[in-house]
């Protein structure tokens, strides 16, 4: 009953009472002493200790598991709203663990609406765990259709790039499912839709809901056919490749359903079999020969309106637990409340996003005997040893284990180990230019010209034979690949086998950018011209290439940068011009200037109270969304030193991005440059 002075005495005696609270609330058997441990958490989430208060709110969500009811919780709602704001950020992510277990149908909303509050200041590392348990506690506890679709379309526009695909596809299966909802949802999503400021992510809802349901509402006040395809037509070109292909499936759904605006949504189709991308140019090819086919039979078959979908476990159980796995302690018990912990479904969820429990499974091969043993790992030992199975004696001394990696994998000559003499000068000029020379030697030119629309790239690659007399043969490109899981390659075409004296071959790949990634691909070129010639090369794909400016007040820089905070969404390196002795480097404002634009920074004036410094934003596309990074530069040209800050919504961006932006600008400024100009023989017409 006394608060000891010394604080280990404190810590230890803290540590025993919580758990012996621990114990009571889990065998849930004295309703007194649940009573008391209820008026007593209650102090403790009130502490000037943050580790009291910590505990107390793990404690507290532990009884929202177990206690028959939440009465003796609710009396604290207002210390543990407040618990949201804490200083500490591990106090308010216990705090909205408590928050979620408390919600039931009696105060659903005003916790919702208080989540909702503080959404819009709350630390980028909890957001989407917000989003989740928001989205979750709003389709648990609707009680009025309104209300469901307000506030999971208001959450969806507040939280923006924090939404998981899980998030606004759980929204369009439960108003697919609802007709009562479908109207409504309709009218609203349109209503985002038309505003001047829509993130993608509802512009997909739209894309999916109106396509759907929009001839529900055609013939309501401003909802008209025409209006809802101009308020889609509006945010398509700004949208992403995913996006985009949702909405031309939404409007030959349109040619189905609203002929009178036929010739507005054929002339998208047109439009887009000229892309670039290769799904978005089949889709809307083949869109386009169904709108022209002589009757509508086919059309009216192949787009009628989608069924319901079927019922399962909401897939945003799953998305929440995996986020926990790994992350704390092992429980008897989960988070969210006695529901939660009554459904045997929830249970399970948890145990397979354990990363070392429940969901792993075991490798089996089959023994002599035809029964099932564990492998091993001192099988491979085993052949020598005193055992003798079929004569397997005879071949003591011999190594028959499995070979290593080292000895079975062939060498892969088009990797970056690889890489021919004189690479790097072409490369790094295309880092930071869309067209070029990537390479060129005494036989053969390499040009290269690209171009980046959100996550897409294309490149087109040109080998001109430099040789007036000699045939290239045998002429093969090799592509290889080293991040393939978060970088995906199309090849369209390969070059030619043989290539005339001064003619040239042509090869274009296509590059998606499936998430952040590191290692550039490279190509291995290789003929015939008098010997085998082969060189390899790095190509210039990387992060930054996938980036567009972004223009920012000084206001809203400011307030992003301190809401992204430090590390791990920072990178920060100080480095000075290389000294090398071959040649003198030199920096100055022009210089500094020239990097943050080639980069695909925006550089934002008048930002930084130095005006030396530079300070930019930008937008880094890749499949799965928008990734926001912001830039400060600081040089100092009497030192020639800088020092780069490079800080992202996602923690994988600013490593890479400063990687790149330190070897480039360390190199300075030269006062003659190599000839890199437009490839020889490029084709205006490509």
């Known amino acids: 009953m006394q608060m000891p002075k010394n604080v280990q005495q404190n810590n230890a005696q803290n540590a025993v009472l919580f758990e012996a609270i621990n114990l009571v609330i889990h065998l849930d058997t004295e309703q007194d002493l649940m009573l008391q441990i209820s008026t007593r958490l209650g102090k403790f989430i009130s502490s000037r200790e943050t580790n009291v208060r910590y505990l107390g709110l793990e404690a507290m969500t532990h009884f929202a598991a177990r206690s028959e009811t939440l009465e003796p919780i609710k009396k604290h709602q207002t210390i543990i709203s407040g618990s949201l704001r804490d200083r500490d950020i591990s106090v308010r992510r216990k705090g909205l663990d408590l928050l979620y277990s408390m919600c039931d149908p009696s105060n659903a909303q005003p916790i919702v609406n208080e989540l909702l509050r503080y959404l819009q200041t709350a630390d980028f590392a909890i957001r989407e765990e917000m989003v989740l348990k928001i989205a979750i506690l709003t389709e648990k506890y609707a009680t009025d259709v309104k209300w469901y679709v307000d506030i999971s379309l208001r959450l969806i526009a507040m939280a923006g790039d924090h939404v998981s695909d899980e998030v606004w596809q759980r929204v369009i299966q439960i108003v697919t499912n609802n007709e009562e909802l479908q109207v409504y949802a309709a009218q609203n999503i349109l209503e985002y839709v038309k505003a001047d400021s ?74 887009y079999s000229h892309t670039l991308d290769s799904e978005l140019q089949q889709r809307a090819f083949e869109y386009q020969s169904l709108a022209l086919l002589p009757t509508d039979d086919l059309l009216r078959t192949v787009f009628d309106e989608m069924p319901p979908f079927p019922e399962r476990t909401s897939a945003l159980l799953s998305r929440l637990h995996g986020k926990h796995a790994g992350t704390s302690d092992k429980r008897t018990w989960v988070v969210g409340g006695k529901t939660a912990n009554a459904d045997s479904r929830e249970i399970q969820l948890t145990k397979q996003a354990a990363p070392n429990g429940h969901g792993l499974k075991r490798s089996f091969t089959p023994t002599a005997n035809g029964t099932l043993s564990p492998i091993a790992s001192e099988s491979k030992t085993a052949i020598n040893g005193s055992t003798n199975i079929n004569g397997m004696h005879d071949l003591e001394g011999l190594d028959l284990s499995t070979p290593t990696e080292a000895t079975s994998k062939p060498v892969n000559l088009a990797s970056a180990a690889h890489l021919s003499p004189g690479w790097e000068q072409g490369y790094r000029h295309l880092l930071l230019e869309s067209e070029g020379v990537l390479y060129q030697d005494s036989q053969i030119q390499v040009g290269l010209r690209s171009e980046y629309r959100g996550p897409v790239g294309c490149l087109i690659l040109y080998f001109h034979n430099r040789s007036t007399s000699a045939t290239m ?28 004296p001064l003619a040239q071959a042509q090869q274009t790949i296509m590059f998606n950018a499936l998430s952040v990634f590191d290692k550039p691909p490279t190509i291995r070129i290789s003929y015939l011209a008098g010997s085998l010639q082969a060189v390899t090369l790095q190509l210039p794909v990387v992060l930054h290439k996938f980036a567009d400016p972004a223009d920012l007040s000084s206001d809203d820089f400011f307030k992003r940068w301190r809401q992204i905070g430090g590390k791990p969404r920072e990178a920060q390196q100080v480095f000075g011009l290389l000294q090398d002795g071959r040649q003198e480097r030199r920096m100055d404002p022009a210089f500094s200037n020239e990097m943050a634009e080639s980069f695909g920074w925006k550089v934002l004036k008048g930002v930084d109270a130095n005006e030396k410094n530079i300070v930019g934003a930008s937008v880094v596309h890749v499949a799965g969304g928008k990734l926001g990074a912001l830039v400060r530069l600081e040089p100092n040209y009497e030192s020639k030193m800088f020092r780069l800050t490079i800080r992202a919504t ?25 000839d890199h100009g437009v490839v020889r023989a490029l084709d205006d017409s490509q």
């Open 198 to 271: 829509c993130h993608e992510t509802l512009v997909k809802i739209g894309g999916y809901l109106l396509g759907e349901f929009g001839h529900l509402i055609a013939d309501t006040k401003s909802c008209s056919p025409i209006e809802q395809f101009m308020a889609l037509s509006t945010k398509l070109a700004g949208c992403s490749s995913s996006t985009r292909a949702i909405l031309l499936s939404t409007y030959i759904k349109f040619v189905n359903l609203f002929p009178e605006i036929k010739p507005q949504l054929l002339h998208v189709f047109r439009a």
């Open 473 to 500: 043969g045998s002429f093969t490109s090799t592509l290889d690949n080293p991040d393939s899981t978060k970088l995906k390659i199309d090849t369209k075409n390969l070059p030619d086998s043989s290539v005339a």
């Open 650 to 674: 996602d923690e994988a961006v600013p490593p890479v991005l400063l990687k790149y932006m330190v070897e480039q600008l360390e190199q300075g400024a030269q006062d003659e440059r190599s």
